[in-house]
């Protein structure tokens, strides 16, 4: 989906506009008159007169006054007609130089924009530069936009691939660099640009850039930018090879947008970047092949969508990685490499991973830290390896609803539930391996009700149970290995009802606990 597009300045938006001579003349008298009167009230409150006698003689002297103040007050009206007439003459002479500054940007935006279309690279890489500079120089936002757009429209544009290096095709590869060169630069500048203080001179910031289907076939260092205000589109872009860099990289009160994005090879790093406000979505992005680190990166305010992305190659980093705002991962797949979410901090928002699919590949949240609601509710585990080893859940609503285990390994090994609100509920255990060894249940409650254990192995060895309430009510227990062994604390509620006692054949509970049923 593309972001819409923020609204532009109409082109006439620096037209000039006057009123009528007379209109503004008797607008400025009654002005005039007013200040005046004020000031004459002022006075009389000032110098506190009272009245004015009635038998006053008009004297010499009066009089001369009189003919005095009649000259100050024609003098007074002719300056003020001067002045009106002068402001309309400079906001005359403002629109002119702008029209004139207009029409010569139009005519070197013509010869720029000719020069994107010779067969040359030399003459194509001369109107890129071209362009940028009349961006630099561009009497309004909307002029500027139009370059931009210019140069966005020419990397959005089909390219012959490279026929690779054999001598045969030596001079369509020579053709290949060469234009490929161009796009490079392009790219180049636009970082260069976004790099620059806003409100300052070369300063592109808080215009739109749409990088829509672009492929990223080489380097692109976005490092240090800031997108703020403005909408970012890279919807259905590619990023194939080279280093591509956002590292820490500002995305602030506007929209950003990698939806259907491909990132299949190369290194693509968003390492210390900061989201905060407005709206970034990677929906239905496709991480097959790259290296993507959003290490140390910090998600807060506005809402951060991965909803159907694809994890199926490649390492995907998010350690150290903050999440303030909402964050969501619904409907999306992890079937392949490594993705990690080590010493994550999810706080402040909803974090969602409903219906998320762990099929391959490494997934950790080792040392992840989840102060608010976190979902993994219809979540599918059944293949690979999924790690939550020493997660801390503490405050907020975590999920794991219906999630279904059925074939990774997944461990909650030392994880802390504490203070929060944890449901298993109707999670079906039916295969591969889910830890809770060493894990600590405090504070909070920890639902397993309607839980099913019908295959594989889930162990709850040396789990510390410990204030809060743990619950295994209407849990089924019908296969699999499931062990307690070892366990610290009073048996959760409605385990050895759901159990039984003696429990059955592949369920292991502490001697303790069965000595205290009823």
């Known amino acids: 989906m593309t972001p819409n597009r923020r609204p532009r300045s109409a082109p006439n938006e620096r037209e000039l506009r006057l009123w009528k001579v007379g209109r503004a003349l008797t607008l400025a008298f009654a002005a005039a008159v007013l200040v005046a009167g004020g000031i004459f009230y002022f006075l009389v409150v000032l110098l506190d007169v009272k009245e004015i006698g009635a038998t006053a003689k008009l004297d010499a002297k009066t009089l001369f006054d009189l003919v005095k103040l009649s000259f100050g007050v024609v003098a007074g009206a002719g300056a003020l007609v001067a002045l009106v007439v002068a402001y309309r003459r400079q906001r005359v002479d403002e629109a002119g130089a702008h029209r004139e500054a207009t029409r010569l940007h139009t005519e070197r935006f013509s010869q720029a924009v000719d020069k994107l279309g010779s067969d040359s690279p030399a003459v194509r890489l001369g109107g890129v530069h071209a362009l940028a500079g009349l961006a630099d120089d561009a009497p309004d936002n909307s002029l500027r936009q139009t370059c931009i757009d210019v140069l966005c429209a020419y990397l959005q544009l089909p390219f012959t691939p490279d026929p690779g290096t054999d001598p045969a095709h030596q001079e369509e590869h020579h053709r290949y660099l060469a234009f490929r060169k161009v796009r490079h630069t392009i790219l180049r500048l636009i970082g260069d640009h976004y790099r620059r203080p806003k409100g300052t001179h070369r300063s592109w910031q808080g215009c739109d850039l749409d990088l829509t289907g672009v492929t990223i076939d080489g380097d692109m260092d976005f490092r240090g930018a800031e997108f703020s205000g403005g909408t970012v589109s890279f919807v259905g872009a590619t990023f194939a090879d080279g280093d591509v860099s956002f590292r820490s990289t500002t995305f602030s009160g506007g929209t950003v947008s990698f939806d259907d994005a491909t990132f299949s090879g190369g290194d693509v790093s968003f390492r210390g970047a900061e989201f905060s406000g407005g709206d970034v979505s990677f929906r239905s992005a496709m991480f097959s092949g790259s290296d993507v680190s959003f290490r ?7 809402t951060v969508s991965f909803r159907f992305a694809m994890l199926s190659g490649g390492d995907v ?23 990690s979410f080590r010493s994550a ?24 830290t989840f102060n608010g609601d976190v979902y993994f509710g219809g979540a599918t585990f059944s293949g690979g390896t999924v790690s939550f080893r020493s997660a801390m859940f503490s405050g907020g609503d975590v999920s794991f609803r219906s999630a279904m285990f059925s074939g990774s390994d997944v461990s909650f090994f030392s994880a802390t539930f504490s203070g929060s609100t944890v449901y298993f509920d109707d999670a079906p255990f039916s295969g591969g391996e889910v830890s809770f060894r060493s894990a600590m249940f405090s504070g909070g409650t920890v639902y397993f009700r309607n839980a099913t254990f019908s295959g594989g192995t889930v162990y709850f060895r040396s789990a510390t149970f410990s204030g809060g309430t743990a619950s295994f009510r ?39 606990w069965l000595l205290s049923a009823p």
């Open 296 to 302: 140390s990166a910090t998600f807060s305010g506005g």
């Open 345 to 368: 901090t999810f706080s402040g928002g909803d974090v969602s991973f409903d219906d998320a699919t762990f099929s391959g590949g490494d997934v950790s949240f080792g040392g992840a």
């Open 317 to 339: 980093s998010f350690d150290d990685t903050t999440f303030n705002g909402d964050v969501y991962f619904d409907g999306a797949t992890f079937s392949g490499g490594t993705v």
């Open 474 to 512: 209407s849990a089924t227990f019908s296969g699999g290995d499931v062990s307690f062994d070892g366990a610290i604390g009073s048996a959760p509620q409605g385990l050895l009802a759901a159990v039984g006692t003696p429990p059955p054949s592949g369920v292991t509970l502490p001697s303790a």
